[in-house]
């Protein structure tokens, strides 16, 4: 009698469970409802005095904003520093940035987004002393940037520079000789903001008295042209520069302006360059001495030169080579000597070096067979260094502490899964943002030295209740061996998985040069589409291919001048092997990419027509003639010197190959990979006489989104998978519920 209670238990605890995951994950539940959207922590800045961070929160019932300071060992809230609701002049604040003493902040209201990175707003100065509050200016300016004592503001309007007294109130022009499309001062143009990741190409110095900036001249840069069709009676048109590969780019010149003497100077380097970048600069802790990041073309050699801004002398401290590309770091740090810590992978992996101001190396701080993913600074009082790698595996993130010179490395981070720190001024705390593929993301206070927990701060423990209502499936890691390599993979299957069935199999990727798909950390939006999926019947995997991340560069730039080769062999050899499992039906094999991804999805369809039998291609590039000099150039040099790497890779060129059924969807209003990529591709395949479904969202850009957008894109998308795989889906269903009902 025990046992039979103890079972009667058992199946009353497990029927439990099992009537509670009974919801079925919706397309209006990801991109409608907001169902599964995560909590987080919006703008932390760390203070100076180590013990306090700010955070901008948002009031629903006052509609207002405000920047509140928190307490690191109490982790209660201290005071609120400012608050719209007691500002006359503006009613929100979407963003805000501190002077270096902490004395004013810049808070920024009504930003219009211009390109991926860039924005247009109305910026004001708030006085932490006396609370007042000044408009930086009557006109939409872009990234205003106070000087390090707090006195003055740069800020860029019309493609010039100017900066503004906060004593005075005086507003003095930079530069003069800014045109749109021709002349731009202090902002970076389209590439380099799409492809350096920056837009404010102008830096203060630490006495507040110089300003150096990059002044593009595109002049000679051919013009883009988008139609915005919009609600008018007539379309209009969006022009801008836009340096395809092989075609001009800006000429960039660096200079330095004097705010004493309102003079400006043009930096020269002793070094003759053909064509160049300048992807960085950074004033030293000498007020006088500018880094700047000199890169060739090629994109294959990079130089570090110390620039005196004084004498205009220019010396070069350090020089990398690759026989691919070199990657411009982000995390040059320099020390109180001007010595200064550099990253770089020219060991064959991504690491820590530590340079004397002249260039000389001290130690590699780092080694292994492992990257570095993030450098977060010196802790100059204890001489550490702290960083996050995948020492942990590939998969993994972990934020680890080590001496400047190499030694007592120390793991801070305790779970398995995706860590990220933010670390007080004074390297004494970090809050740790955790996550992983079964726990969604986690906001805890840990010491800085030990990485012992001090004590949580957020979790969303909401969103892991309402996700337990829902039928849901594990996404398991593992490795598959194809074509000589153990690639990183996931596998998400049907929460009633059998393996006597056959399923068909849905395969997702990006595949993109340095990228990583397969990453243990807390679901995107797409995460709960492959959900869906799966509880329609559906095996979803993703599989990293080579030239993907953060395996080593061997294995990153096998790709070289190849783009769409080894990336396109290693998702038919993965379909292959998954399609000899005996619960995959290999004749229902479906793969799915965006933008680099959907270059992937339709070269897999097209070239693995005998493996695949749909794809889905969302704002695929479709040749890389179409793509913008710096992501292209990089890893293929340019179509005059390698027209067989461009043209025998790209879909267009095996268009007649196509057997599967194929869908092309593509934004209208696309500025980075432009609609002229679908247009072309759909042209090959009429002329081929094949037949395909498209769709093109008006005036949408590369994200495909606003209002109704997503939803439509995923119910078609899906709706194309159902009908293209899922033909053998329903009667299985019809078969299973005339089991049940026998």
Same mark, same amino acid.
């Given at each position: 009698?025990?046992?039979?209670? @103890?079972?009667?238990?058992?199946?009353? #605890?497990?029927?439990?469970?099992?009537?509670?995951?009974?919801?079925?994950?919706?397309?209006?539940?990801?991109?409608?409802?907001?169902?599964?959207?995560?909590?987080?922590?919006?703008?932390?800045? /760390?203070?100076?005095?180590?013990?306090?961070?700010?955070?901008?929160?948002?009031?629903?019932?006052?509609?207002?904003?405000?920047?509140?300071?928190?307490?690191?060992?109490?982790?209660?809230?201290?005071?609120?520093?400012?608050?719209?609701?007691?500002?006359?002049?503006?009613? *929100? #604040?979407?963003?805000?940035?501190?002077?270096?003493?902490?004395?004013?902040?810049?808070?920024?209201?009504?930003?219009?987004?211009?390109?991926?990175?860039?924005?247009?707003?109305?910026?004001?100065?708030?006085?932490?002393?006396?609370?007042?509050?000044?408009?930086? $200016?009557?006109?939409?300016?872009?990234?205003?940037?106070?000087?390090?004592?707090?006195?003055?503001?740069?800020?860029?309007?019309?493609?010039?520079?100017?900066?503004?007294?906060?004593?005075?109130?005086?507003?003095?022009?930079?530069?003069?000789?800014?045109?749109?499309?021709?002349?731009?001062?202090?902002?970076?143009?389209?590439?380099?903001?799409?492809?350096?990741?920056? =837009?404010?190409?102008?830096?203060?110095?630490?006495?507040?008295?110089?300003?150096?900036?990059?002044?593009?001249?595109?002049?000679?840069?051919?013009?883009?042209?988008?139609?915005?069709?919009?609600?008018?009676?007539?379309?209009?048109?969006?022009?801008?520069?836009?340096?395809?590969?092989?075609?001009?780019?800006?000429?960039?010149?660096?200079?330095?302006?004097?705010?004493?003497?309102?003079?400006?100077?043009?930096?020269?380097?002793?070094? /003759?360059?053909?064509?160049?970048?300048?992807?960085?600069?950074?004033?030293?802790?000498?007020?006088?001495?500018?880094?700047?990041?000199?890169?060739?073309?090629?994109?294959?050699?990079?130089?570090?030169?110390?620039?005196?801004?004084?004498?205009?002398?220019?010396?070069?401290?350090?020089?990398?080579?690759?026989?691919?590309? &070199?990657?411009?770091?982000?995390?040059?740090?320099?020390?109180?000597?001007?010595?200064?810590?550099?990253?770089?992978?020219?060991?064959?992996?991504?690491?820590?070096?530590?340079?004397?101001?002249?260039?000389?190396?001290?130690?590699?701080?780092?080694? %292994?067979?492992?990257?570095?993913?993030?450098?977060?600074? @010196?802790?100059?009082?204890?001489?550490?260094?702290?960083?996050?790698?995948?020492?942990?595996?590939?998969?993994?993130?972990?934020?680890?502490?080590?001496?400047?010179? %190499?030694?007592?490395?120390?793991?801070?981070?305790?779970?398995?899964?995706?860590?990220?720190?933010?670390?007080?001024?004074?390297?004494?705390?970090?809050?740790?943002?955790?996550?992983?593929?079964?726990?969604?993301?986690?906001?805890?206070?840990?010491?800085? !030295?030990?990485?012992?927990?001090?004590?949580?701060?957020?979790?969303?423990?909401?969103?892991?209740?309402?996700? $337990?209502?829902?039928?849901?499936?594990?996404? &398991?890691? /593992?490795?598959?061996? =194809?074509?000589?390599?153990?690639?990183?993979?996931?596998?998400?299957?049907?929460?009633?998985?059998?393996?006597?069935?056959? *399923?068909?199999?849905?395969?997702?990727?990006?595949?993109?040069?340095?990228?990583?798909?397969?990453?243990?950390?807390?679901?995107?939006?797409?995460?709960?589409?492959?959900?869906?999926?799966?509880?329609?019947?559906?095996?979803?995997?993703? &599989?990293?291919? +080579? %030239?993907?991340?953060?395996?080593?560069?061997?294995?990153?730039?096998?790709?070289?001048?190849?783009?769409?080769?080894?990336?396109?062999?290693?998702?038919?050899?993965?379909?292959?092997?998954?399609?000899?499992?005996?619960?995959?039906?290999?004749?229902?094999?479906?793969?799915?990419?965006?933008?680099?991804? %959907?270059?992937?999805?339709?070269?897999?369809?097209?070239?693995?027509?005998?493996?695949?039998?749909?794809?889905?291609?969302?704002?695929?590039?479709?040749?890389?003639?179409?793509?913008?000099?710096?992501?292209?150039?990089?890893?293929?040099?340019?179509?005059?010197?390698?027209?067989?790497?461009?043209?025998?890779? !790209?879909?267009?060129?095996?268009?007649?190959?196509?057997?599967?059924?194929?869908?092309?969807?593509?934004?209208?209003?696309?500025?980075? &990979?432009?609609?002229?990529?679908?247009?072309?591709?759909?042209?090959?395949?009429?002329?081929?006489?094949?037949?395909?479904?498209?769709?093109?969202?008006?005036?949408?850009?590369?994200?495909?989104?606003?209002?109704?957008? +997503?939803?439509?894109?995923?119910?078609?998308?899906?709706?194309?998978?159902?009908?293209?795989?899922?033909?053998?889906?329903?009667?299985?269903?019809?078969?299973?519920?005339?089991?049940?009902?026998?």
């Amino acid at each position: 009698m025990k046992h039979l209670k @103890f079972s009667i238990y058992v199946c009353l #605890f497990i029927s439990t469970i099992l009537s509670a995951q009974t919801k079925d994950i919706t397309l209006e539940d990801i991109w409608k409802n907001g169902t599964f959207r995560t909590e987080g922590m919006d703008v932390l800045h /760390s203070m100076t005095n180590g013990q306090q961070y700010a955070v901008l929160n948002f009031d629903r019932a006052s509609r207002s904003t405000s920047i509140d300071i928190y307490d690191y060992k109490t982790l209660k809230k201290v005071k609120t520093l400012v608050s719209s609701k007691d500002l006359d002049a503006l009613q *929100y #604040f979407s963003s805000y940035t501190f002077s270096d003493d902490e004395s004013k902040v810049i808070l920024a209201t009504n930003e219009k987004s211009i390109y991926r990175r860039s924005s247009l707003g109305d910026y004001y100065i708030y006085d932490v002393i006396n609370e007042s509050v000044v408009s930086i $200016s009557e006109d939409k300016i872009q990234e205003p940037t106070l000087s390090p004592d707090g006195t003055k503001v740069a800020f860029a309007k019309e493609n010039n520079l100017y900066i503004k007294n906060l004593n005075s109130g005086k507003t003095t022009q930079v530069t003069f000789d800014g045109v749109n499309n021709k002349i731009i001062n202090g902002i970076t143009d389209w590439v380099y903001e799409e492809e350096f990741a920056f =837009v404010r190409a102008f830096d203060w110095n630490a006495n507040s008295d110089k300003i150096a900036f990059i002044r593009f001249d595109e002049t000679n840069v051919p013009e883009f042209s988008m139609d915005v069709y919009g609600q008018g009676l007539y379309q209009t048109q969006q022009v801008f520069k836009y340096p395809k590969a092989g075609e001009a780019n800006s000429l960039v010149s660096l200079h330095v302006y004097s705010v004493k003497t309102e003079k400006t100077t043009e930096v020269r380097v002793n070094k /003759s360059y053909n064509d160049f970048y300048i992807p960085r600069i950074e004033w030293t802790n000498n007020p006088d001495v500018l880094s700047a990041q000199y890169l060739n073309r090629k994109q294959n050699e990079l130089d570090l030169w110390m620039i005196n801004a004084n004498t205009n002398k220019a010396n070069l401290v350090l020089a990398e080579k690759d026989k691919a590309y &070199v990657d411009v770091t982000d995390n040059l740090t320099f020390l109180k000597d001007n010595s200064f810590i550099w990253t770089s992978e020219k060991d064959g992996f991504n690491h820590i070096y530590h340079y004397d101001k002249t260039g000389k190396l001290i130690n590699q701080v780092t080694k %292994g067979n492992w990257e570095v993913t993030n450098y977060y600074g @010196f802790d100059e009082k204890n001489n550490k260094i702290f960083y996050q790698s995948v020492e942990n595996g590939s998969i993994n993130r972990d934020v680890y502490s080590i001496k400047l010179n %190499g030694r007592n490395k120390t793991r801070l981070t305790k779970d398995e899964g995706t860590n990220k720190a933010s670390f007080s001024a004074d390297f004494s705390y970090f809050i740790n943002t955790f996550s992983s593929a079964k726990t969604p993301s986690e906001y805890s206070l840990n010491n800085a !030295s030990s990485g012992d927990l001090i004590k949580r701060i957020k979790d969303n423990a909401v969103l892991s209740k309402n996700l $337990s209502e829902y039928k849901t499936s594990e996404k &398991v890691f /593992s490795t598959l061996r =194809v074509n000589g390599n153990d690639l990183n993979m996931w596998m998400i299957k049907p929460a009633d998985f059998d393996k006597s069935k056959e *399923y068909p199999l849905f395969m997702t990727q990006y595949s993109g040069p340095g990228s990583q798909s397969v990453a243990n950390q807390w679901h995107s939006a797409n995460d709960y589409w492959f959900q869906h999926l799966a509880q329609q019947g559906y095996i979803v995997v993703c &599989v990293d291919g +080579r %030239g993907t991340g953060l395996k080593g560069a061997a294995f990153k730039k096998i790709t070289q001048n190849e783009l769409g080769k080894y990336e396109v062999e290693d998702q038919i050899g993965a379909a292959k092997k998954l399609g000899e499992l005996p619960y995959i039906d290999a004749s229902r094999i479906g793969i799915w990419g965006w933008s680099y991804g %959907g270059f992937m999805s339709s070269n897999a369809l097209f070239k693995g027509n005998d493996v695949f039998k749909m794809a889905i291609a969302v704002a695929p590039v479709s040749s890389w003639r179409f793509y913008d000099s710096i992501y292209t150039e990089r890893y293929m040099t340019t179509p005059q010197e390698n027209a067989s790497g461009y043209d025998e890779n !790209s879909p267009i060129s095996h268009v007649d190959k196509l057997k599967g059924d194929f869908l092309l969807v593509h934004g209208s209003g696309d500025d980075n &990979v432009h609609l002229q990529n679908t247009m072309r591709l759909a042209e090959a395949l009429i002329q081929a006489d094949k037949q395909f479904e498209w769709a093109v969202y008006p005036d949408k850009n590369h994200g495909i989104y606003g209002g109704n957008t +997503r939803l439509h894109l995923y119910k078609k998308m899906t709706n194309f998978i159902n009908k293209t795989l899922g033909d053998k889906i329903e009667k299985n269903k019809i078969v299973n519920q005339t089991k049940i009902k026998r």
